[in-house]
């Protein structure tokens, strides 16, 4: 009885481990097993992903083109971010210098800062910027917004002074009454002065038509010679005035030497001041004479178009310095009429311009003509004892010898 138990749990223990032997290798194969992916497929997937984003962004903007519609631009994924464009700086306009006006009126603006001072003469000033200088309005109101700066002196003569709340004043405030008038006065005031520049610089044009009669007059052949060697070669000519000119500097430093040198005994300080007269000389009538030889290279090709036939050297000469003087008159005229002020000022730079021009080419034809006749030479060898001058003009031709009107008799 006890074997037949015993064989009767063991053929139930065997047929329970045959049952679980097909469940436990059905469990097995259902198991899921996660294996590592290598680093370079992630970035392909990435990569992947951003070109289809990308390609879905410009589907979507080509569609909205067509629409006119707005496109939305989805973020792509793992794309830097688009930098931020900054609001562009308030931009400040410097105006470096004074700013002077005579009847106008002046407006500093709030993103302005005037390095100098602002007068107005006749005219109301309005400050809203920054003023590093002082402010005076003559014959005008003066305000002062809230948000001026004004680092100097407020001045307000002849008007009102109004400053808002929050305006700064560095300096002192100067103001004066209203006067009856000064509205007219002061505009008047700016024409007397400039007719008194038009009368100083008519001064100047007689005093330097004089000197040009002078030079005429007592040196017409060196005049006359400048005048040839600039329409001959006038390219050496202007070369040789600007190295003038550039001498200037060079030459004072060793002139100073010279005359420390001269002062130490008591019987050079006589020598070095007739060395200094000489050089200061030697300038100025380079300059003068220089200017006047301009005068004639500007009258000579004046006078053809205004007269027949061609000019003397006294004649270009005049009709020259009256044509340069003239026209920084005239700049003088029309810097004080509103609309005409620039065109004033352009024929004061032109008058500069072209006087510098023609004085370094007058100069630098006299050097080069007195360079030819070795005027120095001569002088330096009149001034030793025992010595005769050089001369430079060619001896006459001798008479022919046996020609016809020699005198000579043929004897057969």
Known sequence: ???????????????????????????????????????ESVSGY?????????????????DAARDGSTPIVP??????????????PHAVRSTSGDIVRFGSDITVSADQVVEGDVVSFGGDVEVRGHVTGNVTAMGGDLRLSDMARVDGDVVCVGGVLREEPGSHVGGQRVTAPRTPGAKLLFPMLAVVGTGVQMMVHVVGMLIMLGFAWAFVKLAPERTRGALET???EPGPSFIIGLLLWALIIPSVIALALVI????????????????ALAYAAFFVLSALWGSVVGYGVLGSRLFPRFRSGQPNLLQAVIWGGVALHGLRIAG???HVVPVFGFVGGLLTFMHFVIACALGTLGAGALVRGEYRRRSVQNWWARMRPGSTPVNDMPPPPAPPQGGAGSGAQVIP
């Open 1 to 39: 009885m006890r074997r037949v138990q015993t064989g009767t749990l063991t053929g139930l223990l065997a047929l329970a481990a045959l049952l679980a032997l097909p469940i436990g290798a059905n469990a097995q194969d259902r198991t899921m097993r996660f294996r590592p992916v290598p680093p």
């Open 46 to 62: 990435e990569r992947t992903d951003r070109a289809a984003a990308r390609a879905s962004a410009a589907r979507d903007s080509a």
């Open 75 to 88: 973020a792509v994924p793992g794309a830097p971010s688009a930098p931020e464009v900054p609001e562009p």
């Open 230 to 232: 600039i329409q001959q």
């Open 260 to 275: 420390a040198l001269l002062c130490i005994t008591i019987i050079g300080i006589p020598l070095a001041a007739a060395v």
């Open 332 to 334: 003088d005229l029309l």
